[in-house]
């Protein structure tokens, strides 16, 4: 059983940076792929990066080159460092594991939202 909880949101004028964490409890965390979703008010949940248990990593369009997610596997905490940051990059901000899913078979399997199992309780990130 994982639980996660998001922090490290908040609101930065454009061009600047955040880094957001995720704290995950559970013995087996290392074994899943861990991604990080957004959603922006009115529009669907994203996939915008991603990490499988090798380390490989997978990012949406949108934010390549300006984001990088990591994984501490010894302190159990996913980070998502965020840089050049745009106004539309404003939404709530979730980390999730896909505890349970098969491997991905692509990218954009592991940036799918569906194969992502349990779910952080988010965190808001603002650009103005």
């Known amino acids: 059983h994982v639980q996660l909880v998001e922090s490290g949101g908040g609101s930065v004028q454009s061009g600047g940076s955040l880094k957001l964490s995720c704290v995950a409890s559970g013995s087996r965390y290392h074994t899943y792929c861990m991604g990080w979703f957004r959603q922006a008010p009115g529009k669907e949940r994203e996939g915008i990066a991603a990490i499988d248990s090798d380390g490989r990593t997978s990012y949406v369009n949108s934010v390549k080159g300006r984001f990088t997610i990591s994984q501490d596997n010894a302190k159990n905490t996913l980070t998502l460092q965020m840089n050049s940051l745009k106004s539309e990059d404003t939404a709530m901000y979730y980390c999730?594991?896909?505890?349970?899913?098969?491997?991905?078979?692509?990218?954009?399997?592991?940036?799918?939202?569906?194969?992502?199992?349990?779910w952080g309780q988010g965190t808001q990130v603002t650009v103005s």
């Open positions: 999730a594991a896909d505890a349970g899913a098969p491997p991905p078979i692509s990218d954009y399997d592991l940036l799918a939202p569906v194969r992502y199992n349990p």
